[in-house]
């Protein structure tokens, strides 16, 4: 008799791997040789001191390809002596697994791997499983999944679609999938005029004032009123500073930075030309300095409606009993990276406690996911 993979004993196995970003901490080590000897080719891909595992059941360039897609990198602990239990310990108790990355993901990941596993043993399909595994989305993510997409590229290594195993759910198991994400951008600005004497305002350039012009210029903006998949854009202004403690000085320059959250009506470039436009009224306005610099941490992007996200829906609801809401809420995950090579779907647990102390999983749903990412290939290659 076959012994089928148990995720739970694997969600332990795993969380007991340290892998603190960008250590690898013996979790691909350990997938590799599950997935090895479950007969998949394993390619370890690291770059840039960072591991990532790549492995394939079925032949390269099949023609029908199932991805999956996750990280077993984690976030550190933080104060270990506000933990309850240790942190790479994985003690189960009341009903869960406790440890660092319980949800965030090496639950997902354990998930996916032994569906793959147990899935292409008990019923060979005519095509390939993919599963690529990174050890760096929790930091850079420089030499992560990209990295593992430019190596497939140069081997000629293809899925036909991705389901990245990330939590999705807010509360309740299987309520949410992402069929997609708002782009991420920062713009820090230095506005700079001239010191002097706060009783003689005449004789210096306060950049002061002129910051916070563009501040409320920028913040009382509309950028739009949300698309057919997405809400609206928003922007944070996340800090305004000069340092200066005299109040009898009038600063030479304040710097400030906001955050904008992006829907698919704007680009990274677009909303940069915006900025640089407000900078550049600012400048004409209070004849100030304005220096602006920015970072496009990804551009927003969706796999419309199609069969993934409904073959993801019906596995969910077969599964589970309920019919996940199409999302494209939340922060950024690999799916950016993924999107330029196939259609990409988000499913996994409930995300509650990720990054926390104290983070833990529910037994129960390690053991529904798994059961939805069987169906999920069973009914892909059926
Ligand atoms: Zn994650």
Known sequence: MVTKIDPVELTKALIRCPSVTPEEGGALVLLEELLTAGGFECTRVDRGGVSNLFA????????????????????????????????????????YIWGRGATDMKSGVAAFAAAAVDFVRDTPPDGAVILTITGDEEGDAIDGT??????????????????????????????????GRRGSMTAWFTVTGEQGHSAYPHRALNPLPAMARLIDRLASHELDKGTEHFDASTLAVVTIDTGNAATNVIPAACSAA???????????????????GEAT????????????????????????????????????????????????????????????????????????????????????????LKAVYTRILQEYFA
């Open 146 to 179: 990209t990295a593992l997409l430019d190596w497939m590229a140069a081997q000629g290594e293809r899925m036909s679609c991705c389901l990245v195993g990330e939590p999705t759910s807010p509360d309740t198991m299987g309520e949410m999938m992402k069929i």
């Open 281 to 368: 009224k600012i400048k004409e306005e209070f004849g100030t300095g304005v220096e602006m610099r920015v970072k496009v941490s990804g551009e927003s992007f969706i796999t419309p409606p199609g069969a993934l996200s409904t073959l993801i829906a019906s596995a969910v609801n077969a599964e589970l009993g309920v019919t996940p809401e199409m999302s494209t809420t939340g922060g950024t995950s690999d799916a950016r990276f993924v999107k330029d090579h196939c259609d990409v779907v988000e499913f996994g647990l409930v995300g509650k406690t990720m990054h926390q102390v104290d983070e833990r999983v529910p037994v129960k749903q390690i053991v529904q």
């Open 56 to 95: 394939r059941w079925g032949t390269r360039g099949a023609n029908k390809s199932f991805g999956f897609n996750g990280h077993t990198d984690v976030v550190p602990v933080g104060d270990v002596s506000a933990w309850s239990v240790d942190p790479f310990g994985a003690v189960e108790k009341d009903g």
């Open 258 to 276: 906001v955050n904008i959250r992006f829907n698919d009506s704007h680009s990274g470039a677009g909303l940069t030309a915006w900025l640089e």
